[in-house]
């Protein structure tokens, strides 16, 4: 659906507005704690920061609540459903395991709630997370914002990723002068390519953000259904195989990946994958997948606007030193965990979503056109308030 700039920039003043005579909407910084659990369906990560939606000024304590194998079947099955379907047992483990690793957090002012995404479509039914953050309120006792993607959606953005916004304040926090990337492996991998000499993260060319493409989600699908493990640990399986080239090749073929950026995925989009590596050893079938992960990576770094200085690796998949290898012998510039600049890589999500909390109760963008295709910058969440 179309959207005008001039609808989409008056969308950007969204429900704050409404809300001007509010406390919360205009004091800051904020001591807040982001949520997020992400498409591997590990658990609920959750970590505090201070800010003011431009600036970290300080990173608290962190928690991080693991799903059981029990919750995790009951996750996979919704995994593709929308609100419509019945996800009554799912959003009720959802809800359950954030409300029980926030409430570890005593001086948070508001939470920030991602939701657990179980479907992703933006051009057709729109994203799906599930997870009610008005509960979480009433449960909590304090504000929480939620429901991030749906206003980017709806205004014909991608909707993802959202973590962009706060890659850009840590790389002006960690003093960085030249372009360089972030690349966050989950379930999915997104990169996001920063300019850190423009001003805000919003004014033009100052980001570029997509996913690009698989990145975990197969390799744990395929350890889980071959030897019932939850992954490949410390990458020792794809260690010992053999990459089937021909079929890294082939898989390059599909259409998202000359696709011009931004753009998004969802877990389930390369449904045929699996049955591309089914003729493999499993140790083969694992070194396919992580040379995958890395080729994708090395497919979206040319949609750059200039070739990165440098690489810095976010989430589970910077934990396997296979994927970490292909990543350093497959592209051209030097490749690093965040930990490298000090940064947190097992919480930077959770953080990015309490950074983007307070730019919602702000009212400032949380999305451009360079990080989801959005007509113009704007904002997006729901607050959502304790009634008692």
């Not at 459903?81 to 959802?94: L, V």
């Not at 429901?147 to 002006?172: C, E, I, K, T, W």
């Not at 259904?225 to 599909?254: M, N, P, Y």
Request: charged share 20%; hydrophobic share 45%.
């Amino acid at each position: 659906m179309a959207h005008s700039v001039q609808s989409v920039v008056q969308a950007a003043s969204y429900k704050v507005a409404a809300r001007e005579g509010e406390e919360m909407a205009t004091k800051g910084p904020f001591c807040v704690v982001g949520a997020m659990s992400g498409t591997s369906l590990d658990g609920v990560d959750a970590a505090q920061i201070v800010t003011d939606g431009m600036r970290v000024a300080e990173r608290g304590p962190t928690a991080y609540r693991p799903y059981t194998a029990t919750e995790r079947r009951t996750l996979r099955t919704a995994l593709g459903k929308w609100p419509d379907d019945d996800i009554s047992e799912a959003a009720e483990i959802i809800e359950t395991a954030h409300a029980e690793v926030l409430s570890r957090f005593p001086d948070a002012e508001v939470f920030g709630f991602h939701g657990q995404t179980l479907a992703h479509d933006p051009a057709g039914r729109g994203t799906h997370q599930a997870g009610d953050g008005a509960i979480l309120a009433e449960v909590l006792g304090r504000a929480v914002v939620w429901d991030f993607r749906s206003n980017d959606v709806a205004m014909g953005g991608q909707g993802a990723p959202l973590a962009p916004f706060y890659h850009f304040a840590l790389a002006q926090e960690f003093g960085a002068t030249d372009p360089l990337a972030i690349l966050n492996l989950g379930g999915v991998g997104n990169l996001t390519w920063i300019d850190p000499t423009a001003p805000t993260p919003e004014t033009p060319g100052a980001l570029l953000a997509f996913d690009t493409g698989p990145a975990n989600a197969p390799i744990d699908d395929l350890i889980r259904a071959r030897t019932g493990a939850a992954r490949d640990e410390d990458g020792a399986l794809a260690s010992a195989g053999t990459a089937d080239q021909d079929i890294v090749a082939e898989f390059l073929k599909h259409a998202y990946f000359p696709k011009i950026p931004p753009k998004s995925l969802d877990r389930n989009d390369f449904s045929a994958l699996p049955n591309m590596i089914a003729d493999l050893t499993v140790e083969d079938a694992a070194a396919t997948l992580t040379a995958i992960v890395a080729a994708c990576v090395a497919t979206g770094l040319d949609h750059c606007p200039t070739p990165p200085t440098r690489l810095l690796v976010t989430g589970g998949g910077r934990h396997n030193p296979a994927i970490m290898t292909a990543l350093a012998s497959r592209l051209a510039c030097p490749v690093a965990s965040v930990e490298d600049v000090g940064l947190n890589g097992d919480m930077l999500e959770a953080e990015a979503f309490a950074f983007l909390a307070v730019r919602v109760l702000r009212g400032l963008p949380t999305s451009a056109p360079g990080t989801t295709g959005v007509a113009a910058a704007i904002g997006g969440g729901e607050i959502s308030r304790p009634v008692t």
